[in-house]
RNA sequence: GCCGCCUUCGUCUAGUGGCUUAGGACGCAAGAUUCUCAUUCUUGUAACACCGGUUCGACUCCGGUAGGCGGCGCCA
Protein backbone atom coordinates (compact mmCIF):
# COMPACT_ATOMS: atom_id res chain seq x y z
CA UNK A 1 0.00 0.00 0.00
CA UNK A 2 1.41 3.41 -0.85
CA UNK A 3 0.48 4.65 2.72
CA UNK A 4 2.30 1.73 4.42
CA UNK A 5 5.54 2.70 1.88
CA UNK A 6 5.46 6.71 2.76
CA UNK A 7 5.51 5.49 6.55
CA UNK A 8 8.18 2.98 6.66
CA UNK A 9 10.40 5.60 4.51
CA UNK A 10 9.15 8.05 7.12
CA UNK A 11 12.49 8.63 9.48
CA UNK A 12 11.54 12.39 10.04
CA UNK A 13 11.36 12.74 13.84
CA UNK A 14 7.57 14.37 14.25
CA UNK A 15 6.45 15.20 17.93
CA UNK A 16 3.17 16.48 19.30
CA UNK A 17 2.81 18.35 22.94
CA UNK A 18 -1.12 18.03 23.08
CA UNK A 19 -2.77 19.22 25.92
CA UNK A 20 -6.23 20.36 26.73
CA UNK A 21 -7.99 23.36 27.47
CA UNK A 22 -9.00 22.66 30.85
CA UNK A 23 -6.63 24.94 33.05
CA UNK A 24 -3.83 27.12 32.46
CA UNK A 25 -0.82 25.98 30.82
CA UNK A 26 0.93 24.83 33.88
CA UNK A 27 4.95 24.09 34.87
CA UNK A 28 4.13 20.26 34.10
CA UNK A 29 3.15 20.62 30.87
CA UNK A 30 5.21 23.04 29.58
CA UNK A 31 8.00 21.34 30.80
CA UNK A 32 6.73 18.33 28.30
CA UNK A 33 6.18 20.68 25.66
CA UNK A 34 9.63 22.04 25.91
CA UNK A 35 11.28 18.22 26.20
CA UNK A 36 9.59 17.67 22.85
CA UNK A 37 10.35 21.13 21.14
CA UNK A 38 14.23 19.90 22.37
CA UNK A 39 13.37 16.84 20.66
CA UNK A 40 12.53 17.67 17.67
CA UNK A 41 14.53 20.92 17.06
CA UNK A 42 17.59 19.00 17.80
CA UNK A 43 16.86 16.17 15.11
CA UNK A 44 15.38 18.42 12.63
CA UNK A 45 11.94 17.03 12.70
CA UNK A 46 8.66 18.98 13.33
CA UNK A 47 7.04 20.14 16.81
CA UNK A 48 3.17 20.01 16.14
CA UNK A 49 0.91 21.56 18.97
CA UNK A 50 -2.59 19.77 19.29
CA UNK A 51 -5.35 20.96 21.32
CA UNK A 52 -7.68 18.12 22.84
CA UNK A 53 -10.58 19.63 23.42
CA UNK A 54 -13.12 17.30 22.91
CA UNK A 55 -13.90 17.26 26.26
CA UNK A 56 -16.98 19.60 25.65
CA UNK A 57 -18.13 20.51 28.83
CA UNK A 58 -14.45 21.39 30.58
CA UNK A 59 -12.33 23.09 27.64
CA UNK A 60 -12.72 26.58 27.96
CA UNK A 61 -11.40 29.29 24.95
CA UNK A 62 -9.95 31.52 28.23
CA UNK A 63 -7.08 28.28 28.41
CA UNK A 64 -7.31 27.59 25.23
CA UNK A 65 -6.04 31.57 24.99
CA UNK A 66 -3.51 31.24 27.86
CA UNK A 67 -2.04 27.54 26.94
CA UNK A 68 -0.87 29.73 23.40
CA UNK A 69 0.55 32.73 24.94
CA UNK A 70 2.12 31.05 27.45
CA UNK A 71 4.22 28.60 24.83
CA UNK A 72 4.65 31.60 23.39
CA UNK A 73 6.31 33.69 25.55
CA UNK A 74 8.32 30.61 26.57
CA UNK A 75 9.82 30.35 23.06
CA UNK A 76 8.39 26.86 22.26
CA UNK A 77 6.63 27.51 18.79
CA UNK A 78 4.92 24.84 16.82
CA UNK A 79 6.07 24.25 12.73
CA UNK A 80 2.76 23.41 11.85
CA UNK A 81 -0.62 23.77 11.79
CA UNK A 82 -3.77 25.34 9.64
CA UNK A 83 -3.79 28.28 8.34
CA UNK A 84 -4.68 31.10 10.34
CA UNK A 85 -4.10 34.82 8.36
CA UNK A 86 -0.64 33.66 7.27
CA UNK A 87 0.47 32.25 10.78
CA UNK A 88 0.14 28.38 12.37
CA UNK A 89 -2.62 27.45 14.12
CA UNK A 90 -2.30 24.59 16.80
CA UNK A 91 -4.32 21.22 15.69
CA UNK A 92 -7.47 21.47 17.39
CA UNK A 93 -9.44 18.38 17.49
CA UNK A 94 -12.95 19.62 17.57
CA UNK A 95 -12.32 20.65 14.00
CA UNK A 96 -11.27 17.06 13.32
CA UNK A 97 -14.55 15.24 14.22
CA UNK A 98 -15.12 13.62 10.40
CA UNK A 99 -11.86 12.35 10.72
CA UNK A 100 -12.69 10.75 14.32
CA UNK A 101 -16.17 9.55 12.72
CA UNK A 102 -14.12 7.40 9.59
CA UNK A 103 -12.21 5.68 12.31
CA UNK A 104 -14.78 4.79 15.25
CA UNK A 105 -17.40 3.55 12.22
CA UNK A 106 -14.41 1.77 11.17
CA UNK A 107 -13.90 -0.30 14.63
CA UNK A 108 -17.44 -0.69 15.08
CA UNK A 109 -17.87 -2.18 11.56
CA UNK A 110 -14.66 -4.61 11.96
CA UNK A 111 -15.82 -5.52 15.18
CA UNK A 112 -13.31 -4.53 17.10
CA UNK A 113 -15.73 -1.92 19.22
CA UNK A 114 -19.48 -1.99 20.44
CA UNK A 115 -22.39 -0.16 21.66
CA UNK A 116 -22.69 -0.46 25.67
CA UNK A 117 -26.08 0.67 26.99
CA UNK A 118 -24.80 0.07 30.53
CA UNK A 119 -26.12 3.09 32.52
CA UNK A 120 -23.51 5.21 34.63
CA UNK A 121 -25.19 4.57 37.45
CA UNK A 122 -25.21 0.67 36.82
CA UNK A 123 -21.45 0.88 36.16
CA UNK A 124 -20.53 2.26 39.06
CA UNK A 125 -22.63 -0.45 41.53
CA UNK A 126 -19.95 -2.98 39.72
CA UNK A 127 -17.26 -0.68 40.27
CA UNK A 128 -17.61 -0.48 44.04
CA UNK A 129 -18.84 -4.25 44.37
CA UNK A 130 -15.27 -5.01 42.59
CA UNK A 131 -13.37 -3.04 44.36
CA UNK A 132 -15.13 -3.81 47.75
CA UNK A 133 -14.02 -7.63 46.79
CA UNK A 134 -10.31 -6.37 46.26
CA UNK A 135 -10.78 -6.95 42.62
CA UNK A 136 -9.74 -4.73 40.01
CA UNK A 137 -12.30 -2.29 38.71
CA UNK A 138 -13.19 -3.59 35.09
CA UNK A 139 -16.27 -3.49 32.97
CA UNK A 140 -18.06 -6.85 32.64
CA UNK A 141 -18.60 -6.57 28.83
CA UNK A 142 -22.19 -7.19 29.24
CA UNK A 143 -23.19 -5.75 26.21
CA UNK A 144 -20.61 -7.04 23.74
CA UNK A 145 -22.85 -9.77 22.85
CA UNK A 146 -25.75 -7.92 22.25
CA UNK A 147 -27.35 -8.88 18.45
CA UNK A 148 -27.37 -6.46 15.71
CA UNK A 149 -31.09 -6.45 16.36
CA UNK A 150 -31.09 -5.45 19.94
CA UNK A 151 -28.32 -2.43 18.98
CA UNK A 152 -30.47 -0.98 16.24
CA UNK A 153 -33.17 -1.06 18.06
CA UNK A 154 -31.67 0.72 21.29
CA UNK A 155 -30.17 3.39 19.09
CA UNK A 156 -33.40 4.01 17.33
CA UNK A 157 -34.80 4.39 20.56
CA UNK A 158 -32.23 6.79 21.38
CA UNK A 159 -31.36 4.85 24.83
CA UNK A 160 -28.01 6.38 25.91
CA UNK A 161 -24.91 4.62 24.84
CA UNK A 162 -21.17 4.95 24.60
CA UNK A 163 -18.77 3.13 22.16
CA UNK A 164 -16.51 0.39 23.78
CA UNK A 165 -13.06 -1.09 22.06
CA UNK A 166 -12.56 -4.63 22.79
CA UNK A 167 -9.36 -4.25 24.71
CA UNK A 168 -7.34 -7.84 23.37
CA UNK A 169 -6.96 -9.59 26.81
CA UNK A 170 -3.53 -10.16 25.77
CA UNK A 171 -0.12 -9.22 27.12
CA UNK A 172 1.42 -5.91 25.48
CA UNK A 173 4.85 -4.83 25.91
CA UNK A 174 6.68 -1.92 24.49
CA UNK A 175 10.26 -0.24 25.04
CA UNK A 176 10.21 3.34 26.57
CA UNK A 177 12.90 5.26 25.71
CA UNK A 178 13.22 6.29 29.01
CA UNK A 179 11.72 3.71 30.99
CA UNK A 180 12.76 0.74 28.99
CA UNK A 181 10.93 -1.91 28.76
CA UNK A 182 7.48 -2.31 30.19
CA UNK A 183 5.12 -5.13 29.97
CA UNK A 184 1.16 -5.33 30.74
CA UNK A 185 -1.07 -7.92 31.43
CA UNK A 186 -4.50 -6.76 29.32
CA UNK A 187 -6.59 -9.32 30.50
CA UNK A 188 -6.77 -7.12 33.63
CA UNK A 189 -8.39 -4.47 32.06
CA UNK A 190 -11.76 -4.46 30.95
CA UNK A 191 -13.32 -3.19 27.30
CA UNK A 192 -12.73 0.66 27.55
CA UNK A 193 -14.99 3.86 26.48
CA UNK A 194 -12.93 5.33 23.67
CA UNK A 195 -16.27 7.34 22.17
CA UNK A 196 -19.40 8.76 23.45
CA UNK A 197 -20.99 8.76 20.24
CA UNK A 198 -19.59 8.35 16.66
CA UNK A 199 -18.84 12.53 16.30
CA UNK A 200 -17.25 12.67 20.36
CA UNK A 201 -14.48 10.61 20.78
CA UNK A 202 -12.68 10.47 24.06
CA UNK A 203 -8.75 11.04 24.60
CA UNK A 204 -7.65 7.47 24.06
CA UNK A 205 -8.91 7.35 21.07
CA UNK A 206 -8.66 10.46 19.77
CA UNK A 207 -5.11 10.99 20.62
CA UNK A 208 -4.23 7.41 18.55
CA UNK A 209 -6.15 8.83 15.30
CA UNK A 210 -4.37 12.07 15.55
CA UNK A 211 -1.10 10.51 15.90
CA UNK A 212 -1.63 8.82 13.66
CA UNK A 213 -2.99 11.12 10.75
CA UNK A 214 -0.27 13.62 12.07
CA UNK A 215 2.94 10.87 11.00
CA UNK A 216 4.32 11.25 14.93
CA UNK A 217 7.01 9.21 15.31
CA UNK A 218 7.73 9.66 18.87
CA UNK A 219 4.93 10.66 21.73
CA UNK A 220 6.68 12.61 24.71
CA UNK A 221 4.36 12.81 27.77
CA UNK A 222 4.34 12.52 30.97
CA UNK A 223 4.53 9.35 32.79
CA UNK A 224 1.72 9.38 33.91
CA UNK A 225 -0.27 8.33 30.97
CA UNK A 226 1.96 4.90 31.01
CA UNK A 227 -0.95 2.54 32.19
CA UNK A 228 -2.83 4.09 28.74
CA UNK A 229 -0.17 3.24 26.17
CA UNK A 230 -1.10 -0.41 25.77
CA UNK A 231 -4.49 0.65 25.24
CA UNK A 232 -3.73 2.72 22.96
CA UNK A 233 -1.18 0.04 21.41
CA UNK A 234 -4.22 -2.46 21.01
CA UNK A 235 -5.97 0.28 19.38
CA UNK A 236 -3.24 1.64 17.09
CA UNK A 237 -3.50 -2.13 15.80
CA UNK A 238 -6.79 -3.10 15.99
CA UNK A 239 -6.98 -0.19 12.94
CA UNK A 240 -3.22 -1.29 11.60
CA UNK A 241 -1.68 1.84 12.37
CA UNK A 242 2.35 1.51 12.71
CA UNK A 243 4.06 1.97 16.02
CA UNK A 244 5.24 4.79 17.38
CA UNK A 245 8.14 5.77 19.58
CA UNK A 246 7.31 5.96 23.57
CA UNK A 247 9.16 8.44 26.01
CA UNK A 248 7.38 8.91 29.21
CA UNK A 249 8.76 11.95 31.34
CA UNK A 250 9.04 12.02 34.98
CA UNK A 251 6.59 13.80 36.72
CA UNK A 252 7.54 17.21 38.56
CA UNK A 253 6.52 17.00 41.98
CA UNK A 254 5.69 19.39 45.23
CA UNK A 255 7.14 19.80 48.10
CA UNK A 256 5.05 16.87 49.53
CA UNK A 257 6.64 14.14 46.60
CA UNK A 258 3.12 13.96 44.84
CA UNK A 259 2.11 15.19 41.80
CA UNK A 260 2.57 18.97 41.48
CA UNK A 261 -0.80 20.54 41.54
CA UNK A 262 -2.71 23.92 42.44
CA UNK A 263 -2.36 23.12 46.17
CA UNK A 264 0.82 23.35 46.19
CA UNK A 265 1.20 27.21 44.80
CA UNK A 266 1.48 28.72 41.65
CA UNK A 267 1.57 26.14 38.67
CA UNK A 268 0.66 28.53 35.68
CA UNK A 269 2.99 29.72 33.35
CA UNK A 270 1.21 32.92 33.17
CA UNK A 271 1.16 33.16 36.67
CA UNK A 272 5.21 32.89 37.32
CA UNK A 273 5.25 35.24 34.18
CA UNK A 274 3.64 37.99 36.05
CA UNK A 275 5.34 37.19 38.85
CA UNK A 276 8.34 38.40 37.09
CA UNK A 277 10.36 35.04 36.32
CA UNK A 278 12.09 35.85 33.16
CA UNK A 279 11.35 33.00 30.15
CA UNK A 280 14.74 31.95 29.76
CA UNK A 281 15.50 31.45 33.54
CA UNK A 282 12.12 28.97 33.42
CA UNK A 283 13.59 27.10 30.49
CA UNK A 284 16.93 26.68 32.16
CA UNK A 285 15.34 26.02 35.10
CA UNK A 286 12.72 23.27 33.98
CA UNK A 287 15.02 21.65 31.53
CA UNK A 288 17.10 20.47 34.64
CA UNK A 289 14.09 18.62 36.11
CA UNK A 290 14.87 15.28 35.15
CA UNK A 291 17.52 16.14 32.69
CA UNK A 292 21.25 17.28 32.98
CA UNK A 293 23.99 17.44 30.47
CA UNK A 294 26.55 14.86 32.17
CA UNK A 295 28.78 17.82 32.64
CA UNK A 296 28.93 21.03 35.22
CA UNK A 297 27.50 23.87 32.99
CA UNK A 298 24.28 24.83 34.81
CA UNK A 299 23.51 28.00 32.08
CA UNK A 300 21.70 26.73 28.96
CA UNK A 301 20.18 29.26 26.55
CA UNK A 302 17.41 27.57 24.53
CA UNK A 303 19.73 27.43 21.15
CA UNK A 304 22.10 25.64 23.50
CA UNK A 305 19.68 23.36 24.83
CA UNK A 306 18.68 22.13 20.80
CA UNK A 307 22.13 21.25 20.76
CA UNK A 308 22.45 19.58 24.09
CA UNK A 309 19.71 17.84 24.61
CA UNK A 310 19.39 14.62 24.69
CA UNK A 311 15.96 12.34 26.24
CA UNK A 312 18.43 9.56 26.53
CA UNK A 313 19.85 11.61 29.40
CA UNK A 314 16.41 12.19 31.04
CA UNK A 315 15.67 10.76 34.83
CA UNK A 316 13.60 8.10 35.93
CA UNK A 317 12.26 9.10 39.06
CA UNK A 318 9.93 12.57 39.53
CA UNK A 319 11.29 16.04 40.70
CA UNK A 320 10.21 18.47 43.28
CA UNK A 321 9.80 21.82 41.74
CA UNK A 322 11.79 23.68 43.76
CA UNK A 323 11.53 27.68 43.78
CA UNK A 324 14.50 28.57 45.31
CA UNK A 325 16.74 27.48 42.45
CA UNK A 326 14.39 29.05 40.14
CA UNK A 327 14.63 32.42 41.96
CA UNK A 328 18.48 32.01 42.02
CA UNK A 329 18.50 31.14 38.06
CA UNK A 330 15.91 34.03 37.70
CA UNK A 331 18.37 36.33 39.87
CA UNK A 332 20.62 35.46 37.74
CA UNK A 333 19.01 36.03 34.23
CA UNK A 334 18.22 39.47 35.36
CA UNK A 335 21.39 40.47 35.73
CA UNK A 336 22.75 39.29 32.55
CA UNK A 337 20.15 40.66 30.12
CA UNK A 338 20.62 44.35 29.31
CA UNK A 339 19.49 47.30 31.49
CA UNK A 340 16.84 48.36 28.64
CA UNK A 341 15.61 44.76 28.20
CA UNK A 342 15.18 45.20 32.19
CA UNK A 343 13.68 48.77 32.77
CA UNK A 344 10.82 47.69 29.36
CA UNK A 345 10.19 44.52 31.49
CA UNK A 346 9.80 46.44 34.98
CA UNK A 347 7.35 49.39 33.72
CA UNK A 348 4.85 47.63 33.86
CA UNK A 349 5.12 46.54 37.69
CA UNK A 350 5.78 50.71 38.07
CA UNK A 351 2.52 51.43 36.75
CA UNK A 352 0.90 48.17 38.69
CA UNK A 353 1.89 49.85 41.56
CA UNK A 354 0.77 53.21 40.60
CA UNK A 355 3.82 54.80 40.66
CA UNK A 356 3.94 56.33 36.92
CA UNK A 357 1.74 56.54 34.55
CA UNK A 358 2.56 56.98 30.66
CA UNK A 359 2.39 60.85 29.31
CA UNK A 360 -0.15 59.82 26.41
CA UNK A 361 -0.45 62.41 23.47
CA UNK A 362 -4.05 62.11 23.26
CA UNK A 363 -6.63 60.66 25.34
CA UNK A 364 -6.87 58.24 22.24
CA UNK A 365 -3.92 56.93 22.32
CA UNK A 366 -3.68 54.70 25.53
CA UNK A 367 -5.32 51.66 24.28
CA UNK A 368 -1.91 51.72 21.88
CA UNK A 369 0.06 50.96 25.00
CA UNK A 370 1.18 47.83 25.96
CA UNK A 371 1.94 47.03 22.18
CA UNK A 372 5.14 46.90 21.34
CA UNK A 373 6.77 50.37 21.92
CA UNK A 374 8.09 51.59 24.92
CA UNK A 375 7.50 55.44 25.61
CA UNK A 376 9.56 57.29 26.75
CA UNK A 377 7.66 60.01 29.23
CA UNK A 378 6.47 59.25 32.33
CA UNK A 379 4.72 60.80 35.14
CA UNK A 380 5.11 60.65 38.75
CA UNK A 381 1.67 59.91 40.12
CA UNK A 382 2.37 61.33 43.53
CA UNK A 383 4.36 63.87 43.08
CA UNK A 384 2.89 64.91 39.46
CA UNK A 385 6.89 65.43 37.85
CA UNK A 386 7.73 63.87 34.69
CA UNK A 387 10.44 61.22 34.53
CA UNK A 388 11.95 59.97 31.56
CA UNK A 389 12.55 56.75 30.18
CA UNK A 390 16.24 57.28 31.08
CA UNK A 391 15.52 57.78 34.90
CA UNK A 392 13.55 54.81 35.26
CA UNK A 393 16.73 52.66 33.52
CA UNK A 394 19.12 54.41 36.14
CA UNK A 395 16.79 53.00 38.40
CA UNK A 396 16.75 49.61 37.24
CA UNK A 397 20.42 50.21 36.98
CA UNK A 398 21.03 50.39 40.47
CA UNK A 399 19.07 47.92 41.82
CA UNK A 400 19.23 45.10 38.94
CA UNK A 401 21.52 43.08 40.58
CA UNK A 402 19.28 42.88 43.79
CA UNK A 403 16.40 41.96 42.36
CA UNK A 404 15.26 37.89 42.04
CA UNK A 405 11.84 38.63 40.63
CA UNK A 406 10.82 41.89 38.56
CA UNK A 407 7.92 42.20 40.84
CA UNK A 408 10.15 43.01 43.19
CA UNK A 409 10.84 46.30 41.98
CA UNK A 410 8.26 48.42 43.29
CA UNK A 411 8.89 47.60 46.94
CA UNK A 412 12.47 47.95 46.49
CA UNK A 413 11.72 51.71 44.97
CA UNK A 414 9.08 52.96 46.26
CA UNK A 415 11.09 56.26 47.77
CA UNK A 416 11.68 57.75 44.27
CA UNK A 417 8.38 58.23 43.09
CA UNK A 418 7.26 59.66 46.61
CA UNK A 419 6.67 63.18 47.99
CA UNK A 420 7.55 62.03 51.56
CA UNK A 421 8.96 59.49 53.35
CA UNK A 422 7.07 57.80 56.34
CA UNK A 423 9.52 56.28 58.76
CA UNK A 424 10.63 56.41 62.54
CA UNK A 425 13.84 58.60 63.81
CA UNK A 426 15.13 55.22 65.14
CA UNK A 427 15.66 54.10 61.27
CA UNK A 428 18.16 57.31 61.13
CA UNK A 429 20.46 55.79 63.31
CA UNK A 430 23.48 54.38 63.36
CA UNK A 431 24.51 51.52 66.18
CA UNK A 432 25.20 53.24 68.84
CA UNK A 433 25.02 57.30 68.16
CA UNK A 434 23.07 59.98 70.03
CA UNK A 435 20.64 61.35 68.46
CA UNK A 436 22.65 64.84 68.95
CA UNK A 437 25.00 62.99 66.93
CA UNK A 438 22.44 62.05 64.25
CA UNK A 439 21.36 65.67 63.63
CA UNK A 440 24.58 66.89 63.80
CA UNK A 441 25.48 64.32 61.17
CA UNK A 442 22.60 65.09 59.06
CA UNK A 443 22.93 69.06 59.16
CA UNK A 444 26.42 68.70 58.65
CA UNK A 445 25.32 66.58 55.44
CA UNK A 446 23.08 69.43 54.13
CA UNK A 447 25.64 72.10 54.48
CA UNK A 448 28.10 69.52 52.32
CA UNK A 449 25.47 68.76 49.56
CA UNK A 450 24.18 72.09 49.34
CA UNK A 451 27.18 73.67 48.19
CA UNK A 452 27.39 71.29 45.30
CA UNK A 453 26.22 73.59 42.52
CA UNK A 454 23.74 71.85 40.08
CA UNK A 455 25.66 71.53 36.98
CA UNK A 456 28.38 69.39 39.27
CA UNK A 457 25.77 67.47 40.38
CA UNK A 458 27.06 63.59 39.96
CA UNK A 459 27.47 60.50 41.76
CA UNK A 460 31.54 60.71 41.59
CA UNK A 461 30.97 64.16 43.10
CA UNK A 462 29.29 63.14 45.94
CA UNK A 463 31.84 60.89 46.78
CA UNK A 464 34.42 63.03 46.62
CA UNK A 465 32.87 65.66 49.01
CA UNK A 466 31.21 63.36 51.63
CA UNK A 467 33.45 60.37 51.84
CA UNK A 468 36.26 62.29 53.45
CA UNK A 469 33.97 63.89 55.45
CA UNK A 470 33.16 61.10 56.82
CA UNK A 471 36.20 58.84 57.04
CA UNK A 472 37.14 61.97 59.45
CA UNK A 473 34.33 60.81 61.45
CA UNK A 474 36.00 57.49 62.40
CA UNK A 475 33.20 55.29 61.13
CA UNK A 476 31.98 56.05 58.21
CA UNK A 477 28.67 54.50 59.29
CA UNK A 478 27.83 57.86 61.13
CA UNK A 479 27.43 59.78 57.78
CA UNK A 480 26.50 57.55 55.38
CA UNK A 481 24.03 55.26 57.13
CA UNK A 482 21.93 58.41 58.43
CA UNK A 483 22.20 59.62 54.54
CA UNK A 484 21.10 56.36 52.95
CA UNK A 485 18.16 56.04 55.54
CA UNK A 486 17.01 59.92 55.16
CA UNK A 487 16.71 59.60 51.29
CA UNK A 488 15.07 55.99 51.21
CA UNK A 489 13.40 55.48 54.37
CA UNK A 490 14.96 51.76 54.95
CA UNK A 491 16.80 49.29 56.39
CA UNK A 492 18.19 48.21 53.42
CA UNK A 493 19.18 49.80 49.61
CA UNK A 494 21.20 50.68 47.27
CA UNK A 495 23.98 53.11 48.24
CA UNK A 496 23.57 56.31 49.03
CA UNK A 497 25.15 58.17 46.10
CA UNK A 498 23.78 56.64 43.54
CA UNK A 499 20.40 56.83 45.12
CA UNK A 500 21.08 60.94 45.53
CA UNK A 501 22.56 60.68 41.96
CA UNK A 502 19.08 60.01 40.98
CA UNK A 503 17.04 62.37 43.59
CA UNK A 504 18.36 65.14 42.66
CA UNK A 505 19.63 68.16 44.47
CA UNK A 506 16.59 69.28 45.28
CA UNK A 507 14.82 66.34 46.83
CA UNK A 508 17.91 64.98 48.73
CA UNK A 509 18.16 68.29 50.55
CA UNK A 510 14.54 68.61 51.32
CA UNK A 511 14.99 64.79 52.93
CA UNK A 512 17.77 65.70 54.85
CA UNK A 513 15.73 68.38 55.96
CA UNK A 514 12.96 66.68 56.55
CA UNK A 515 14.85 63.76 58.69
CA UNK A 516 16.64 66.30 60.80
CA UNK A 517 13.70 67.73 61.74
CA UNK A 518 12.69 64.89 63.71
CA UNK A 519 15.08 65.56 66.12
C1' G B 1 -7.53 -3.80 46.63
C1' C B 2 -5.21 -4.62 41.71
C1' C B 3 -1.57 -3.01 38.03
C1' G B 4 2.64 -0.10 37.07
C1' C B 5 6.69 3.30 37.92
C1' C B 6 10.47 5.13 41.13
C1' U B 7 14.44 5.31 45.31
C1' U B 8 22.53 9.20 45.72
C1' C B 9 23.31 15.45 50.27
C1' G B 10 17.15 19.37 52.58
C1' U B 11 16.40 20.16 46.83
C1' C B 12 18.09 19.40 41.42
C1' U B 13 21.68 16.00 40.10
C1' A B 14 27.05 13.53 38.39
C1' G B 15 28.26 8.57 38.81
C1' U B 16 27.27 2.48 33.80
C1' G B 17 32.28 -2.80 38.98
C1' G B 18 38.21 -0.48 41.15
C1' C B 19 39.81 6.56 38.87
C1' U B 20 35.35 8.04 44.76
C1' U B 21 38.25 10.27 51.46
C1' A B 22 30.94 9.78 46.36
C1' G B 23 31.68 15.37 42.32
C1' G B 24 28.74 19.99 40.92
C1' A B 25 24.65 23.50 41.64
C1' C B 26 20.71 25.66 44.78
C1' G B 27 19.81 26.25 49.93
C1' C B 28 21.89 26.91 54.65
C1' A B 29 26.26 28.52 57.83
C1' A B 30 30.83 31.24 58.40
C1' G B 31 34.39 34.68 56.46
C1' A B 32 36.28 38.66 52.88
C1' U B 33 34.57 43.28 50.31
C1' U B 34 30.82 46.87 52.49
C1' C B 35 27.05 52.34 56.04
C1' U B 36 22.77 48.48 54.90
C1' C B 37 20.92 45.04 51.45
C1' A B 38 22.32 42.68 47.08
C1' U B 39 26.38 41.27 43.94
C1' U B 40 31.20 38.93 43.82
C1' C B 41 34.92 35.71 46.08
C1' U B 42 36.58 31.92 49.84
C1' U B 43 35.46 28.04 53.19
C1' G B 44 32.19 24.79 55.47
C1' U B 45 27.55 21.73 55.85
C1' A B 46 25.16 17.36 54.06
C1' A B 47 23.54 11.57 50.61
C1' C B 48 24.36 6.03 47.99
C1' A B 49 16.38 3.43 51.64
C1' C B 50 17.13 -1.58 53.86
C1' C B 51 18.54 -6.88 53.72
C1' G B 52 20.72 -10.77 51.16
C1' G B 53 23.52 -12.59 46.87
C1' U B 54 27.31 -12.38 42.70
C1' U B 55 32.53 -10.69 42.72
C1' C B 56 39.25 -10.24 44.74
C1' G B 57 36.16 -5.68 44.90
C1' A B 58 29.75 -2.93 44.57
C1' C B 59 26.44 3.48 44.73
C1' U B 60 27.10 0.78 40.30
C1' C B 61 24.93 -6.28 38.55
C1' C B 62 20.91 -9.86 40.61
C1' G B 63 16.91 -11.11 44.22
C1' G B 64 13.84 -9.62 48.09
C1' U B 65 11.82 -6.00 51.65
C1' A B 66 10.27 -1.23 52.85
C1' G B 67 8.75 3.47 51.42
C1' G B 68 7.02 7.08 47.86
C1' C B 69 4.27 8.15 43.60
C1' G B 70 1.01 7.19 39.44
C1' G B 71 -3.11 4.64 37.11
C1' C B 72 -7.51 1.68 37.66
C1' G B 73 -13.56 7.64 34.46
C1' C B 74 -19.07 8.35 29.57
C1' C B 75 -11.30 13.53 32.24
C1' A B 76 -6.99 14.25 29.65
Known amino acids: MAEDFKLSTQNEIRVRYAPSPTGFLHIGGSRVALFNYLFAKQNNGKYIL ?47 LDIYEKYIKKLLADGNAYYCFCTEEDLEAQRQYQLSRGEAPKYSGKCKNLSKEEVEENLINKKPCVIRFKVNPKKVDFKDIIKGDLEFDMSLSGDIVIAKNLRYPLFILA ?82 LGWNPGTEREIYSMNSLIKEFSLEKVQKAGAIFNTKRLDFLNGFYIRERSLEKITELSIPYFIDANF ?8 QYPPAYGAKEILLRYKAIETGEEITL ?8 IYKERLKKLSEISEL ?37 SEIPQEEWSRENLETKI ?14 WPLRAALTGKQASAGPFEVAEILGKEKVLKRLKEASEKF
Do not use: C
Not at 227 to 256: C, R, S, W
Not at 260 to 270: C, D, E, N, W
Not at 356 to 361: A, D, G, L, R
Open 413 to 449: TDFFFKEKLDYDKNLLKWKEMSDSEIKISLENLEKII
Open 390 to 397: ETLQKIIS
Open 356 to 363: IQPIFKTE
Open 207 to 288: GVIDDYEMKISHVIRGDDHIPNTPKQILIQEALEFPKVQYAHLPMILGQDRSKLSKRHGATAVSEYKKQGYLPEALVNFMVF
Open 50 to 96: RIEDTDIERSKSEYDKDILESLKWLGIHHDEGPDVGGNFGPYRQRER
Open 467 to 480: LPEAERAGDRGKTL
